[in-house]
C-alpha cells in the first residue's frame, strides 16, 4: 500500500462528490475521475478504459427530483481499485463496481434526508437576508458528503489491495462467476446507451444510426496495408482499420450534424421571411 496514493484518493473523491452536487463542473463524470484515478493509482491506461466504458454504462442515467440513480464516483473508484491494484479484468471490475454505486446511492440519499432536517436553517437565514447562513448549511452538506466518500475511497483501496491475491484466487477457482461479472459488465454499457437513445432519439433519426453500424462493419474489414510475403511470394493485407473505424464514423457524423444544423436554421429563417410576408399581404 502507497501512504500517497490513499491521501491523493482521498483528496480527490472528496472534489468528485462536491462537484456532482454542488460544481457541476462534470469532474465527477467518469471519464474524467477515472483517469486521474488511474493516475494517481500508477496505470492511467486503465483509467481511462474503465472511465470510458463506464460513461458509456451510465450516460443516460441522471438525477430526477429526490431519486438518484447508482453513485458513478463510489463505482469509478472501486472500478478502477480493481482493475488495477486487484488484476482484475476491466468488464468483471464494471460489473463488479456496479454494488458498490448502489452502496454510494445509498450514501447520497442518507446524507440528503440528514440534510432535509437542515432546510429550515437555510429559510430562517434566507429570510433574514443572511447568505452567510445560507452558504454555511451547503458547506456542510458538502463536508458531510465529500467526507464519506473519501472514507469510502480509502476502504476500498486498502480491501482491493489487501485482497488482491484472494480476488484473484476467486476468479481462478470460480471462473464461471467471474465470466457472469465479465457478461454482465460488458452489456451494462449496452444498456446505459439503451436508456440515452430512448429518451433522446427522434423517430427519424434511427436510419443514420443503423447506417453507423453498418458504417463501421464495412470499415472495419478494410485493410490499413499490404505486406509482402518473402516466402510466398504473395502480398497479403497486413491489418484492419478497426481502430480507424470510430474516427472515421466520427468525421462523417459530424459532417452530418453540421448538414442537418445548417439546413434546420434555413428553414427556421424561411418560414420566419414568408410568416413576415403574409402578416404584410394581409
Not at 72 to 85: E, N, S
Not at 90 to 111: D, E, H, K, M, R
Not at 129 to 150: C, D, E, H, R, W
Request: hydrophobic letters at 55%; glycine letters at 12%; a negative charge.
Amino acid at each position: 500500500m502507497n501512504i500517497i496514493q490513499i491521501i491523493l484518493l482521498a483528496v480527490v473523491t472528496f472534489i468528485f462528490a462536491i462537484d456532482q452536487f454542488s460544481l457541476t463542473e462534470t469532474l465527477y463524470r467518469p471519464i474524467i475521475s477515472c483517469t486521474i484515478i488511474g493516475a494517481i493509482l500508477g496505470n492511467m491506461e486503465i483509467g481511462l478504459l474503465v472511465g470510458g466504458t463506464y460513461e458509456i454504462m451510465v450516460i443516460g442515467n441522471m438525477p430526477v427530483g429526490g431519486a438518484q440513480p447508482p453513485n458513478v464516483i463510489i463505482a469509478g473508484v472501486a472500478g478502477c481499485i480493481l482493475a488495477i491494484k486487484a488484476n482484475m479484468e476491466v468488464n468483471a471490475a464494471l460489473g463488479t463496481a456496479v454494488i458498490f454505486s448502489i452502496f454510494g446511492q445509498y450514501v447520497v440519499t442518507l446524507v440528503f434526508t440528514f440534510m432535509a432536517g437542515l432546510m429550515s436553517k437555510a429559510d430562517k437565514a434566507a429570510a433574514e437576508a443572511n447568505p452567510k447562513g445560507i452558504a454555511q448549511v451547503n458547506y456542510i452538506s458538502m463536508v458531510i458528503l465529500g467526507t464519506l466518500f473519501a472514507v469510502i475511497s480509502i476502504l476500498c483501496y486498502v480491501g482491493g489491495t489487501a485482497m488482491a491475491d484472494t480476488l484473484q484466487q476467486i476468479a481462478t477457482d470460480y471462473s464461471w462467476f467471474t465470466a457472469g461479472l465479465t457478461a454482465a459488465g460488458g452489456m451494462m454499457k449496452f444498456v446505459g446507451f439503451a436508456i440515452l437513445m430512448k429518451i433522446m432519439m427522434a423517430s427519424d433519426l434511427w436510419g443514420f444510426l443503423l447506417a453507423g453500424f453498418a458504417s463501421a462493419i464495412i470499415l472495419s474489414y478494410i485493410p490499413t496495408g499490404f505486406a509482402f510475403n518473402a516466402e510466398a511470394g504473395s502480398v497479403a493485407a497486413s491489418g484492419t482499420m478497426s481502430g480507424v473505424a470510430l474516427l472515421l464514423l466520427a468525421f462523417i457524423g459530424i459532417c452530418i450534424a453540421i448538414y442537418d444544423f445548417m439546413i434546420n436554421i434555413k428553414i427556421k429563417e424561411n418560414a420566419g421571411s414568408n410568416a413576415g410576408g403574409m402578416s404584410d399581404g394581409i
